[in-house]
């Protein structure tokens, strides 16, 4: 299972992704490991283009295999920053509820 802890606190924002969804056997294709890294991979992108535009400072990025982690603090235009977390929130929330023996989303602060 996939464990998902997201973390809200005074500007910050706290993700943090655990384990593996194993909806398929080894060597097999897991769509919901699939679905979970494409949510990763486009979370990580967006974040280096609003570091870029001095939107949000990136305090941590971890990304290996079952194991990835994300430390934001916000710095300004919260609404667009908020539009693109609430964006992959959903992704995440959208795949527990559909997959809720692979995935599980613990929400903080």
């Known amino acids: 299972m996939t464990q998902i802890t997201w973390k809200e606190s005074c500007g910050c924002v706290s993700v ?20 979970i890294s494409m949510l990763v991979c486009t979370l990580s992108a967006c ?9 949000v400072r990136l305090q941590r990025r971890k990304v290996t295999p079952g194991d990835v982690a994300f430390q934001i603090a916000v710095l300004t235009h919260a609404e667009e920053v908020r539009a693109m ?21 613990e929400m903080k602060g």
């Open 16 to 35: 943090r992704l655990q384990g593996h969804a194993d909806f398929a056997r080894q060597g097999e294709r897991d769509l919901v490991c699939a679905g």
């Open 47 to 55: 974040l280096e283009t609003q570091e870029a535009r001095g939107l």
């Open 85 to 105: 977390l609430d964006t992959i929130l959903t992704g995440f929330q959208l795949l527990q509820e559909r997959y809720p023996e692979n995935v599980a989303i």
